[in-house]
C-alpha cells in the first residue's frame, strides 16, 4: 500500500499562484506515476497533470497548459504542481493521485490523497 499526504492550497485572488505538495510513503518501489486531479461539488474527478516516476514524462490538461507546471523529486517521492495565474474556474478540491505499473495485464493499484481545497477569487 500506498499513503499520500497533501500539503498546500488555500486561497487566492485571481492571477495568484498556489503551490501543492504530495509525498508518497509505503511501498512506493511499484509507482508509476504521480500526479493531481480536482473536483468540484456535484462534477467528476478530472486530471489535472501527472508525471511518471522514472523518466519524469508529464501529462496536462488543457485547461491549465502554460499555468501549472508539475514537477517530481522521485528520490523523495515527493511530487509538485505549481499553479501560476489562477483563475475562479480553478477552484476545486485537488487530490493527489498515484498508480503503479501495470502488471502484465492487469493495471496497477491506484491511491489517492485526503484532498486539499484551492479557492479562487476573482
Known amino acids: 500500500q500506498v499513503q499520500l499526504v497533501e500539503s498546500g492550497g488555500g486561497s487566492v485572488q485571481s492571477g495568484g499562484s498556489l503551490s501543492l505538495s504530495c509525498v508518497a510513503s509505503?511501498?512506493?518501489?511499484?509507482?508509476?506515476?504521480m500526479g493531481w486531479y480536482r473536483q468540484t461539488p456535484g462534477e467528476q474527478r478530472d486530471l489535472v497533470a501527472s508525471?511518471?516516476?522514472?523518466?519524469?514524462?508529464?501529462k496536462y490538461s488543457d485547461s491549465v497548459k502554460g499555468r501549472f507546471t508539475i514537477s517530481i523529486n522521485a528520490a523523495k517521492n515527493t511530487v509538485t504542481l505549481q499553479m501560476d495565474n489562477l483563475k475562479p474556474e480553478d477552484a476545486a478540491v485537488y487530490y493527489c493521485?498515484?498508480?503503479?505499473?501495470?502488471?502484465?495485464?492487469?493495471?496497477?493499484?491506484?491511491?489517492w490523497g485526503q484532498g486539499t481545497q484551492v479557492n479562487v477569487s476573482s
Open positions: 493521485h498515484a498508480k503503479d505499473w501495470n502488471h502484465h495485464e492487469i493495471p496497477g493499484n491506484e491511491y
Open positions: 508525471i511518471t516516476t522514472n523518466w519524469g514524462t508529464s
Open positions: 509505503g511501498r512506493t518501489i511499484h509507482l508509476y506515476s
